[in-house]
């Protein structure tokens, strides 16, 4: 009834593996680009002096008002497509220009590091 | 520290569960770690993590399930490490809604003055826009963890709809959580008894709360040390004579003059909190107890009550430090600074003088 949780992924992420195909995820980037014929958004982000793209499939959010260049956050299911390859299926996509990118991104790692930190100290319990 | 393994015989006593401040608080914990907890076997409703006792939750997260019925709205809400359903209760407010369709005609006596109908309206309008969510929007809930067939749910006490269109609330949450996981919700309760500490310590404090309840009992206005020093002799009686059963008496402080020693510091603690104070320091140790000394109350409220007539204290009151040098130039040089707070909060507390601003006092 309630669909799985959505975990920030960065993203750089999508693609080189880290998340599985079905995964929920959620994702924010830059809108370069909206094909409403297609349902098809494409965000980029800036990393590592590299430029990364994310697609997603809008069907299940739209209409909405596409503003080129905004800053967008996606919470969707990670769907393997023919021809297309790896795109992120919204369930939402919010519109979130302004948001301070480095600070946001600070956040997610540091709550990544608790939950390692946590994972760790949780780990040589079970094995004894 | 994985919580849905603990064993129900390590659930620590309910007795002791109020003496956790995590138990009275709103806990900010992850939606991961609020499926996880695991129930009490004592008392249903309560969970634990990490040993801490649990019942009530304070989330953030988007909305990504709603449901709507007569007389409540069931919202999923996700935060990034897991999904819950929210039971959020629509208030009477909300319920006596009219029909959406009346809202746009002006009511007849709309002419630019104070309407209460019209603004009753708008108030019910502005609490509808906080109460119902759609998919998407950002939802924060706090109320007790329930389970009702098997899923766990928060009960909302509150909720509202955050307008976040920075992130800046979101960020803020995910980095203060972790911290208060690190310094809170992580560590374990540690309950340990004040008889367990510094012996020598405690006996002191013990000391001065003896001195402190018969002062308070016997409403003693004044007293000399020799007056209570029989109170302190259990501190002190029972561990020498303990020591010297097994041995020679030893070359060391007596009996005696550890009582002595005890009572000077305790009265020393007891000066330096203002509780009593010497009036007149001479070979005769005689201390005033700071709040039955009905002269000084007097002398205090007089001054206050002269001086806020003054052209310079008329308007602000008077400064503590003014009332001191006034207190020590007529009535005794020896009182100190936190005797006279006393004074001032017990005249305060009985409407005799009124603070004015920080540390400004004025009387009518």
């Known amino acids: 009834m309630l669909p799985a949780a959505t975990v920030f992924h960065f993203p750089w992420e999508i ?14 980037g830059r809108l370069v680009c909206y094909q409403p014929e297609e349902s098809r958004a494409t965000l980029s982000a800036q990393h590592a002096s590299k430029e990364h793209h994310v697609f997603v499939h809008t069907l299940f959010v ?67 | 520290m994985q919580p849905a393994t603990m064993d129900p015989a390590e659930e ?15 806990t900010r914990l992850y939606v991961r770690d609020i499926l996880q907890m695991v129930e009490s076997t004592q008392v249903p409703g309560i969970y634990f993590y990490n040993s801490h006792p649990i019942y009530k939750v304070d989330v953030l997260g988007t909305v990504v399930y ?31 809604e009219e029909h959406p369709a009346k809202w746009g005609k002006p009511s007849d006596g709309d002419q630019g003055g104070f309407n209460p109908v019209a603004e009753l309206k708008k108030l019910r309008r502005a609490q509808q826009s906080r109460c119902r969510l759609e998919i998407g929007e950002l939802l924060r809930v706090r109320g007790p963890v329930k389970t009702s067939r098997q899923q766990r749910e ?60 018969f002062l308070k009992q016997k409403s003693v206005c004044r007293f000399r040390p020799y007056d209570v020093q029989d109170l302190l002799q259990p501190l002190i009686s029972s561990e020498p004579r303990n020591a010297s059963a097994d041995q020679e008496p030893v070359a060391g402080p007596s009996a005696c003059q550890q009582l002595h020693q005890l009572l000077k510091e305790v ?23 700071t709040a039955h000394d009905k002269d000084l109350l007097i002398a205090v409220k007089d001054i206050i009550r002269e001086d806020s007539r003054r052209e310079k204290y ?51």
């Open chain 1, 15 to 28: 693609y080189n593996g880290a998340v599985q195909e079905g995964e929920s995820v959620r994702v924010f």
């Open chain 1, 62 to 128: 739209e209409p909405f008002n596409p503003i080129i260049g905004a800053q967008y956050l996606v919470l969707g299911e990670i769907e393997k497509a023919e021809g297309v390859g790896v795109m992120v299926r919204a369930r939402v996509l919010n519109c979130v220009d302004g948001v301070n990118v480095a600070l946001l991104q600070k956040a997610i790692n540091e709550q990544r590091s608790f939950f390692r930190e946590r994972d760790d100290a949780a780990q040589p319990e079970h094995a004894t």
């Open chain 2, 12 to 26: 620590p006593p309910s007795m002791l569960w109020g003496l956790d401040p995590i138990f009275s608080a709103f």
């Open chain 2, 66 to 96: 709603q449901r709507e019925r007569e007389d409540f709205f069931c919202y999923g809400v996700d935060d990034g490490t897991g999904v819950i359903n929210c039971l959020c209760w629509k208030n009477d407010l909300f319920k006596e």
């Open chain 2, 154 to 213: 928060i009960m909302a006490s509150t909720y509202y709809k955050v307008n976040d269109p920075v992130m800046a609330f979101q960020i803020a949450w995910m980095m203060e959580v972790p911290q208060l996981y690190r310094q809170c919700y992580d560590k374990p309760l540690q309950l340990q008894p004040n008889a367990t500490g510094d012996s020598a310590v405690s006996s002191l404090s013990k000391a001065t709360n003896i001195i402190k309840d």
């Open chain 2, 267 to 289: 009265l020393q603690i007891l000066q330096d909190e203002g509780i009593v104070y010497r009036k007149v320091k001479s070979q005769d140790e005689v201390y005033h107890v």
């Open chain 2, 314 to 364: 008329a308007e602000k009151g008077c400064h503590v430090l003014h009332i001191l040098s006034a207190v020590r130039q007529r009535y005794s040089l020896n009182v100190s600074k936190a005797a006279l707070e006393l004074v001032l909060k017990s005249l305060e507390s009985n409407s005799d003088v009124v603070s004015t601003s920080d540390s400004h006092y004025t009387a009518f």
